[in-house]
């Protein structure tokens, strides 16, 4: 689907199995990167000559494609960062590091990204707020018993992941809302597993705070998007501060800070990365969330019935949703089967993916994940199945 968009798939017999950690990028984000490089290199909203207005212009105009994708109300919700864990980290510590107090406490799951659990540690340290967990059922998803189960009248925020990177189950946003709104609970979503897979409509979610990076939706790597009601941003202290954001400053400390968008992202933004940001976003857009969604799921159901035929596979999370497969091949540690892969030019992760609590989920500490996209194919899946079915010589291949 859509593959000679592709030049890395057209120039290479590559099979990618590791867009959970990066997609690969089309040829149209490549273009606009490199035609900001090659035609119109400037500073936006410093310049007063053509080049500049011209690159103001389309930075401007990125924010408002990415409102209209998200369904956010105003382009002012829209705050460009260097990515998720960037945006995570703003929201926690320049809103929450501000409105939560001793005692106050945030409700996880052990399932979250590092990039979703280790700021609210520092925060636990740094003011006295107590991380809880969710529990989770038996197929190691969040339900809405277990939520209401865990919040009690000292709990102030809920912060999850859409989709979870590792066991790719996915939450039910909207109801996850509506329970943390009814108690009067700020509801924080890590969108990088999802922004490029589902629909996500921040508006009908009613989604307080979220985070997605550029490069999960086949963007470029260093630029995210932090989106908050706007209410919500209007109170979130800059974590950074210099050019850009302020208004006026004088020499005896006086500051005033610009509206937003601009009092949060101050200093030179990564600007290519933003126009970058803007094609991807249009280019899914153009394809369809829905058809690419409709698509990958066919596409896991195969990757699982094929991986099911083999005894020596164990598979973690085979009735979960999302294009996340994670596995272990029989007394075969992961990282070794990610380079027994690699012989046949097979992409995939192995590790702890960055979710380090999850072992105690799996009760394994290391897997190999496979995470799909829309441009693999059912043929992909027959060489990785047939490649697997030769694992046996593994040891001989990789040492």
Same mark, same amino acid.
């Given at each position: 689907m859509n593959r000679e968009d592709f030049t890395i798939l057209k120039d290479s017999n590559m099979v990618y199995f590791d867009n959970g950690a990066t997609t690969l990028k089309p040829d149209c984000v490549r273009d606009a990167v490199i035609d900001y490089y090659n035609k119109y290199?400037?500073?936006?909203?410093?310049? /007063?000559?053509?080049?500049s207005l011209k690159v103001s212009a389309m930075y401007d105009d990125t924010r408002e494609i990415i409102r209209k994708f998200i369904n956010a109300n105003h382009p002012s919700e829209i705050i460009f960062t260097a990515g998720t864990t960037d945006s995570l980290n703003d929201? =926690?510590?320049g809103y929450f590091r501000h409105h939560l107090v001793k005692g106050d406490e945030i409700l996880i799951t052990e399932t979250e990204h590092a990039s979703n659990v280790l700021p609210w540690f520092i925060l636990a340290k740094e003011i006295g707020v107590v991380v809880k967990y969710i529990s989770l059922n038996d197929n190691n998803?969040?339900?809405?018993? &277990?939520?209401? &189960?865990?919040?009690? !009248?000292?709990? @102030?925020?809920v912060s999850i992941a859409h989709i979870t990177n590792v066991i790719g189950d996915v939450r039910d946003i909207k109801e996850i809302a509506k329970e943390c709104h009814s108690h009067n609970i700020l509801l924080v979503v890590d969108a990088a597993q999802s922004i490029a897979h589902i629909k996500v409509d921040v508006t009908d979610m009613d989604i307080d705070f979220m985070a997605f990076s550029g490069h999960k939706i086949y963007g470029p790597t260093g630029i995210g998007v932090l989106y908050g009601k706007f209410n919500l941003l209007k109170e979130l202290t800059p974590v950074a501060y210099g050019g850009g954001m302020n208004a006026i400053f004088n020499k005896d400390g006086y500051v005033e800070y610009k509206d937003l968008p601009d009092k949060l992202e101050a200093g030179t933004p990564n600007i290519e990365g933003v126009l970058g940001l803007g094609k991807s976003i249009l280019y899914v857009d153009k394809i369809g969330i829905d058809k690419i &969604? @409709?698509?990958?799921?066919?596409?896991? @159901?195969?990757?699982? /019935?094929?991986?099911s035929e083999l005894d020596f596979i164990t598979m973690y999370n085979k009735d979960n949703e999302a294009a996340i497969i994670t596995f272990n091949i029989d007394n075969v540690f992961s990282q070794d +089967? +990610?380079?027994?892969? !690699? #012989?046949?030019n097979i992409c995939v992760r192995a590790g702890n993916h960055c979710a380090k609590m999850t072992k105690d989920v799996f009760n394994v500490a290391n897997t190999v994940r496979i995470s799909l996209s829309?441009? &693999?194919? #059912?043929?992909?899946? /027959?060489?990785? =199945?047939n490649v697997l079915k030769n694992s046996k010589n593994i040891w001989e291949e990789i040492l």
């Open positions: 290199t400037a500073s936006i909203h410093r310049g /007063d000559y053509k080049n929201i =926690v510590f998803e969040l339900t809405i018993d &277990n939520l209401r &189960n865990a919040i009690t !009248d000292k709990t @102030k925020v &969604n @409709k698509y990958e799921t066919e596409l896991r @159901k195969y990757l699982v /019935d094929k991986l +089967a +990610a380079i027994y892969l !690699d #012989k046949y829309f441009y &693999n194919t #059912k043929e992909e899946i /027959d060489l990785l =199945v």
